[in-house]
DNA sequence: CTGTCAGTTCAGTCATTACTGAACATATAA
DNA sequence: TTATATGTTCAGTAATGACTGAACTGACAG
């Protein structure tokens, strides 16, 4: 059985035991995702798209396989997409709308987490404006504080762009 | 008036004015907390200890700024000790504990940053295992996921390590 | 020892929010 | 056009977990 509705006429690549091993895969992803502030359903469908078969799914797909609701999936795929870690698809000709991993996914929820480090960044800055009137020593906290972000700030987005020119330089990119 | 219920010899360093305004940064370091998966109140601790005058602030300090009951207090404490965000430090001769902003608190948050990390690479090792037997298109996903941890969890230490390098030669450490 | 103060624990409450399910909107096929 | 399949919206529910407050523990002071 594939594992799309569409059709059954395709070998399986999970065998009905590591079915069960996926689905246990896609809800650790949501747990994760739960631990790092996303809802869990989204982490379950994140989860389940990294493993699928093919790795485009329909809605009907992920609601069957992750015993969810259309609306949680209707929900959670858009704000997936949102942030940039899924894509819908869709074929001319057919109704439904597939959906599935983006290229750069992580690299999308590493830029999440550079907006995160500015906004502490920001919010040290406020700080130390609020003491402005006070000894260094009580300034310090804060201090080192603003200048951790600000060096993150620096160094994470040159991280990243070695990171794609490695990447680019690989066989059998998409 | 001070910010620590033992005396109030001391000059301000907040007017009435800006103690509001300490009182909401608290808050938003509360809300940002909340983003990055810990309870609001622990960021509001943490927000006051990076202001407050000072630095070593009370249990009941701490209630009485941010409006908490003793008992929340206690448990957020021991979550920011825990990892490793602020320090408990007690007077001899005195019956009551201080709390303040630990050096390197935020050096301690890339860590469990760094954890998070190895989780989703290992996370991605058990998807490969489970498309042992998959064509290399359908691993292309996991793949990508494991290869940008990995890549991660070798840079970000050297990161954090040039950091403290940096920080080291500054004027005025603790 | 007794009284008081600081801190912890934990059962219960409250608020938040993820999630459901039904009604609705939209598009395609017949 | 009508019928059917797909997707969205939203009011209501359920469950999670943060937070409170009271009872408890332990320690120092008298």
Redesign the pocket.
């Known amino acids: 059985m594939r594992q799309s509705s569409a059709d059954s006429t395709h070998s399986p690549v999970f065998s009905p035991c590591t079915e069960r091993e996926a689905i246990y895969f896609a809800e650790e992803m949501g747990l994760m995702f ?1 631990k790092v502030g996303f ?4 982490g379950r469908i994140f989860g389940w798209l990294l493993i699928s078969d093919p790795p485009q799914q ?3 797909d992920l609601a069957h396989i992750l ?6 999936i ?5 704000l997936l997409i949102q942030i940039g870690l899924i894509e819908r698809t869709s074929i001319p ?1 057919e ?3 597939y959906f599935q991993i983006r290229p750069n996914a992580w690299t999308q929820l590493a830029e999440q987490r550079l907006a995160q480090i500015a906004t502490f960044r920001r919010l040290a800055e406020r700080g130390l404006d609020l003491l402005s009137d006070a000894p260094p020593t009580l300034k310090q906290r804060l201090q080192e504080m603003h200048d951790v972000h600000a060096f993150w700030e620096q160094e994470l987005p040159q991280l990243n762009q070695r990171w794609e020119r490695e990447w680019q330089g690989r066989p059998g990119r998409a």
Chains 1, 2 share one sequence.
């Open positions: 739960e809802p869990r359903m989204a329909t809605s009907q015993q969810a609701s259309k609306g949680s209707s929900s959670m795929t858009r000709g109704r439904r709308d």
